[in-house]
C-alpha cells in the first residue's frame, strides 16, 4: 500500500464526515430523464468506466450547455450558454490527448496541500464552508487560475495547456486533484 498524504478540503455542500470514504460512482442519469431527455448508448458511454466524482457527475451529466439566452453584439444574434461545461470539456479533451497521465478532474475530489493555500482559494472562490482532512494515495498539484475562458478558444486551449503542465500564473492558486477514493479525516473547524 502506498503511503498516504494529509491534503484538505472546503465542505460547501455540508456532506463530509469524519470516517467516510470517498469513491468514483457510477453515473446517474435520472436527472436527464427528469429533464424529458432521451438517452441514447453514446450519451451513456462516459468514457470512466471505473466511475465518475461529484464533479465529474454535475458536468458531464448534470448541468446543461443548451443556449440559455441570446445576445445581440456587433449586430450578430449569439446564443449564450454557460461557460462552466464548456470550459471543463475542452479541459479534458486536451488532458485526454496530451496528458494522459494526469487525473482527470471528472473523477477527482480537489483540495490543497496546505491551509494557507486552501484560504487562498476560499479567497478568490467563495463560499466557503467547512474544512476538513482528506487521505488519498495520489494527486496532482495543478494552477487552478488557468480554469478559466480566454477571449478566443486558442487562448482557452493555451490555458488548459498550461494547467495541465503544472505552470504558474502570476497570482497562483494551487489546487490538488485528489485521485479517489480518500478517506475524510478531522473537520479542522470553518473558514471564513
Known amino acids: 500500500m502506498a503511503a498516504l498524504h494529509k491534503l484538505y478540503t ?12 470517498i ?21 451513456q458511454n462516459t468514457g470512466f468506466l471505473n466511475g465518475v466524482s461529484m464533479h465529474g457527475q454535475r458536468y ?27 470550459i471543463e470539456a475542452l479541459f ?11 487525473p482527470s478532474r471528472f473523477q477527482a475530489i480537489f483540495g490543497c496541500e496546505d491551509l494557507a493555500n486552501l484560504h487562498k482559494f476560499v ?31 486558442s487562448e482557452t486551449l493555451h490555458y488548459a495547456r498550461r494547467y495541465w503542465n503544472g505552470d504558474h500564473s502570476t497570482d497562483p492558486v494551487w489546487e490538488c486533484l485528489i485521485e479517489l477514493p480518500v478517506t475524510v479525516g478531522n473537520q479542522l473547524g470553518r473558514y471564513p
Open 123 to 153: 479567497d478568490k472562490h467563495p463560499p466557503g464552508g467547512a474544512i476538513f482532512e482528506l487521505y488519498a494515495e495520489g494527486y496532482a498539484v495543478v494552477d487552478m487560475e488557468f480554469v478559466t475562458t480566454g477571449h478566443t478558444i
Open 10 to 21: 472546503i465542505d460547501r455542500k455540508g456532506t463530509l464526515t469524519k470516517g467516510h470514504l
Open 60 to 86: 458531464l451529466i448534470n448541468w446543461s450547455m443548451k443556449p440559455q439566452h441570446m445576445v445581440c453584439n456587433d449586430g450578430v444574434r449569439r446564443s449564450m450558454i454557460y461557460s462552466e461545461p464548456a
Open 92 to 102: 479534458e479533451q486536451v488532458r485526454c490527448y496530451e496528458f494522459p497521465n494526469r
Open 23 to 43: 469513491n468514483l460512482l457510477q453515473p446517474d442519469y435520472s436527472q436527464l430523464t427528469i429533464a424529458g431527455i432521451a438517452l441514447t448508448p453514446g450519451m
